[in-house]
Structure formats: structure tokens, C-alpha cells
């Protein structure tokens, strides 16, 4: 992709280590010279990247916040953030304010009172955020979203989605907040399969039934189960229904305490069609009744970073912002209802529970089977035989507006 070289892109990297690491990487080593101009990387502990010895080499300024750099009169075109999820509000916020265009990574935030506070804040200031669920820039889930937008489907039945990637004891430790509800100071953090690594994946459910190119359905209300085989706050494994404001069924599996990764899949039921990824071909195949196919492509047959290229090229070039923060929310509001549908988070029984001594990993018996099944009869665990599992209560997400509890505090 080409960029006037006269007028560079200038660009904050925030957070350096983890996810962001990669960010950094391809806008040193993809971009072509004088596109962009990095001119400063924020971090707290900077040292601690694999990239560090090549920022000093560069000479790129570093700053420990993103106060510091606008205190010594710092601004730039766009703000990349890709920081730990209770700081993407509060930092997409502070690059706004002071005329910085965002590109965040997913999600967009922990609470829906925030991404609220975050879009208001956006309107205001005349900026955009761009947020980094990677599926929705790619060609294939673009030209899937057209069709179903132009009714080529049918209407949406129900959609569901699995996703197993298994992390052990080292992918709960490697931080202050993995796995954590709050942080000391009483933040809400929320880290989860749903609102971590496999947030693009119930993203995605709410982001394919969108009215527009640029929004998402919104949930209605949601029923989850949510366990935990790991020693950590929050769980490592889910099970919900969800229905959409349009009345469509989503669900959505995930776990974490499984032996052997398995997907992200999905399969969508429209009136007209059924839409198929992941289980038997990386490749999006919709069948219509007459057994017709059409094949879209895999959302992998883009490039990982295509969402910071289209940033780069939005600030030269303003277009449509394919998944800004209205779009996200969808998915920030059903995470909140799923907390309040089980506060109380249920340990698999411990008879299940293997422990991996080679790979230091937390696996549950069975586990895999289980959902695998549930996934394709569309059912919960709660509504099968197994004598475990604990439906939590049906929220209703219609006019949730605050986490936890729905309602907005008087003040």
C-alpha cells in the first residue's frame, strides 16, 4: 500500500510488549520508508520488548504514559493502543482530547458506561476509533455482511460459533490482570475467553447481522454458563445464548481448559442458507436450498494488520469506519450480561481436572466432547444430562446501560 512520502502518517505506538509488539513490527518493517513516522512509543516498562535495543537504535522517543508525551507538547495524526483492556477507554479518551485519531485493539472497552463515555468523546472531539477485531476489515466476512445485508441469505435464524485454544499456567501469569475481575484498585478488567482472545469470534456474531456496513445487531438479552478449571478470578470456559433486538439466536462456546485447539468454526442459519466456517475447510461455503455454493474466502487470507493499514490510509484518505466503537459495543454489552448472568463463577468438579506437568496445562475431561456437541445441537450445557453444569439467570440487555447492574446510579 502506497502513502504520499512528502506528508508521513505520524503515529504513537502504545504498548510495546505483548500484541503490540507486532503492531510495531510491521509499521518498522511493512510500510514503505517515509509513509509513516513513528514519533513516540508509550509504555511503562519498555525494556521488557523484544523491539527495545531497535526503538533506542532508531532513536524514537519513549514515554512511560501518554500524559507525558502531550505534556511535552507531543500530538500526532493517530494513536495505535494496544495496551491491556482496562486502559483501551481511558487511553482512546486522552489521544482524542487531544486531536488524535485512534486505532485500538479489541475489545473496546470493559464496561458499557465506558465505551458510552469513549463514543461521546469521539463526537466531540471530531476524531474517529478505529477498533482491531481483524475479522471485520477482511474481504471474505466484508462480501459475507454485503449478502446478508442485501437479503441474499434470507433471514437470520441462528448463528453460533466455537472456538477451543488452550493456555496454560504461563498465559495467566505473564501479567498483573490476566484472568483477573478487577484490578487493586477496584477497576473492573473482566479478562475472559469472550473478552480476550476469542472476543473476535462473538464479535463477529453481532457484527454480520449489523443493519449497516458499519454497525452490529445488538443483543437482546443473554442466558450463560460460565466454568473454570484454572485458579483465576474470572472463568476459562463459556456456554450462552444470546437473542438479537431482531429476534435472531447466536451462541457461542469457548474454552480455554481444553487438551487441543479446535477452531475458531461457525455455522449461520439464515431462511434461504446455511453459511459454514472452520469445521471441515478454512473457508467461508454458503449452501442455499437448491444446494448451490458460494464460497467467500477465509478471513485469514488477509493480512493480520490490514486494520492498521486501513488506519494509516483513513487519516490521509477519510472513509466510513468499517467497526469503530458503536459497532464494538455490541460486544462489551454482552459480556457485561454475561457476568450478571452467573456472578458467581462455577469450578469444574475437581474428579474432571488434568493437569499437563510437560505443558503446565489445566484440561477438563470430556470437556471438548461436550461442547463440540452442544455447539452442533445447539444446546448448553445446563441442557444436557451432565450433572455439573449450572445455567446462570436470563439478563436482559434492552436497556442495560451501566456494569454491573444495569441501571445508571443516581447520583
Known amino acids: 500500500m ?12 502504545v504498548a510495546i510488549g505483548g500484541y503490540g509488539y507486532y503492531y510495531l513490527r510491521t509499521l518498522l518493517d511493512e510500510f514503505s520508508p517515509g509513509s509513516v513516522e513513528i514519533r513516540a512509543v508509550v509504555d511503562p516498562a519498555p525494556e521488557r520488548s523484544a523491539v527495545f535495543s531497535e526503538i533506542r537504535r532508531r532513536r524514537i522517543p519513549v514515554f512511560h504514559s501518554m500524559r507525558d508525551f502531550y505534556q511535552e507538547g507531543g500530538s500526532s495524526d493517530l494513536v495505535v493502543i494496544s495496551s491491556p483492556i482496562h486502559f483501551h477507554v481511558p487511553q482512546s479518551c486522552e489521544a482524542l482530547r487531544n486531536g488524535s485519531h485512534v486505532l485500538c485493539d479489541k475489545p473496546i472497552g470493559v464496561t458499557v458506561q465506558e465505551v ?17 477485531y481483524q475479522w471485520s476489515f477482511t474481504d471474505a466476512i466484508q462480501a459475507l455482511k454485503g449478502d446478508i445485508l442485501n437479503g441474499v441469505l434470507g433471514h437470520p435464524v441462528r448463528l453460533k460459533t466455537l472456538c477451543f485454544w488452550p493456555r496454560d499456567e504461563s498465559y495467566y501469569l505473564r501479567n498483573d490482570w490476566a484472568g483477573k475481575q478487577k484490578d487493586p484498585e477496584g477497576q473492573w478488567i473482566l479478562d475472559s475467553p469472550a473478552n480476550n482472545a476469542m472476543a473476535h469470534f462473538l464479535h463477529n456474531l453481532f457484527y454480520v447481522l449489523g443493519e449497516t456496513m458499519e454497525t452490529s445487531a445488538k443483543p437482546r438479552e443473554v442466558t450463560a454458563e460460565l466454568y473454570r478449571a484454572n485458579a483465576i478470578d474470572t472463568f476459562d470456559t463459556i456456554g450462552c ?12 462456546y469457548a474454552s480455554h481448559a481444553i487438551p487441543e485447539d479446535l ?37 485469514n487470507d488477509n493480512h493480520q494488520f490490514r486494520k492498521l493499514f486501513e488506519a494509516v490510509e483513513t487519516v490521509k484518505h477519510p472513509k466510513t469506519i468499517l467497526c469503530g466503537p458503536e459497532a464494538a459495543r455490541s460486544q462489551t454489552l ?40 452442544c455447539y452442533q445441537t445447539s444446546l448448553l450445557p445446563g441442557e444436557t444430562t451432565v450433572s455439573w453444569s449450572r445455567r446462570g439467570r436470563t439478563v436482559n440487555l434492552s ?3 451501566y456494569f454491573p447492574g444495569g441501571m445508571i446510579p443516581e447520583s
Open 116 to 132: 458510552d463515555d469513549l463514543i461521546r468523546t469521539m463526537d466531540e472531539a471530531k476524531r474517529w476509533v478505529m477498533v482491531g
Open 241 to 252: 445464548r444470546i437473542f438479537t433486538e431482531g429476534g435472531t439466536e447466536c451462541l457461542f
Open 2 to 13: 502506497s502513502f504520499d512520502q512528502k506528508n508521513p502518517v505520524s503515529i504513537v505506538m
Open 263 to 299: 477452531g475458531p468454526m461457525f455455522f449461520f442459519e439464515f431462511e434461504d442458507a446455511t453459511v459454514t466456517y472452520g469445521d471441515s475447510a478454512d473457508d467461508i461455503i454458503a449452501i442455499d436450498a437448491r444446494g448451490r455454493e458460494k464460497h467467500y474466502g477465509s478471513p
Open 399 to 401: 436497556n442495560y446501560r
Open 334 to 373: 454482552c459480556v457485561n450480561g454475561i457476568q450478571e448472568s452467573v456472578p458467581e463463577i462455577i469450578p469444574f468438579p475437581e474428579a474432571m481436572i488434568r493437569y499437563d506437568d510437560k505443558r503446565r496445562l489445566h484440561w477438563v475431561k470430556g470437556l471438548s466432547e461436550l461442547l463440540y456437541e
